[in-house]
């Protein structure tokens, strides 16, 4: 995170006191927005840990979120090699977009986005009564979504062993799905585990 000192130590002087900043998802990795922020703004947003832009159509500071409740939390910000441009690694509360988007950028969701995506799905099955598989699955309890899960585990091993190539892949996405109800019966994120791993990797 940037302190004050090296806010103050920004070139600010290209784009009349103003630097752009890049608000960037920090699990997913998706751009979320564009904007521009002045020392102002920059010092509101390390005080608040809430994204703060300066306005250049309003001529004032505001706070993403500051009407729909959409707040991007700062996790960390970060300056690039010419002290020009900023970097706002986040956490979106909602959409971030004025239009209901995730993002101001209509993008493809990556791999780990619709991993994120996937994991929505299944809380919105969890929580609503319909005659779906992943529904019925969340019904059944603890119990039987743990055995699928052991069941899914056992058919991936004897894929493996057998070196079949699409029967692997397909075995291991359902083990994975059987494995992402799991963890969303048990209220655990998928981000949880992508945090062992990173370090575990330290």
């Known amino acids: 995170m940037l302190t004050v000192n090296q806010i103050l130590d920004l070139n600010w002087n290209k784009v009349n006191n103003l630097i752009p900043i890049i608000a960037q998802d920090i699990i997913s990795n998706q751009i979320l927005m564009h904007g521009y922020v002045n ?32 707040y991007l939390k700062v996790i960390d910000l970060v300056t690039d ?21 995730k993002s101001c950028f209509i993008t493809k969701n990556t791999n780990i ?9 299944l809380k919105n099955c969890k929580n609503n009564n319909n005659t779906s598989y992943t529904s019925r699955l969340y019904k059944k309890g603890i119990n039987k979504i743990s ?50 791993l990173k370090k575990r990797n330290k």
């Open 39 to 70: 020392q102002k703004s920059l010092l509101i947003t390390l005080k608040t840990k809430k994204l703060t832009f300066f306005s250049r159509t309003k001529n004032r500071l505001w706070t993403k979120g500051e009407t729909s409740r959409n």
């Open 147 to 196: 055995q699928k899960v052991g069941e899914e585990a056992v058919e991936l091993v004897i894929a493996a062993i057998n070196e079949d190539r699409k029967h692997v892949l397909e075995e291991c996405a359902d083990l994975i799905y059987h494995i992402l109800v799991l963890l969303n019966y048990k209220n655990i994120k998928f981000i949880d585990l992508i945090k062992i």
């Open 81 to 101: 090699c010419d002290k020009d441009t900023l970097l706002a690694l986040v956490q979106a509360e909602g959409d971030t977009c004025h239009l209901k988007n």
């Open 113 to 121: 986005s619709f991993i994120l995506e996937l994991e929505k799905i």
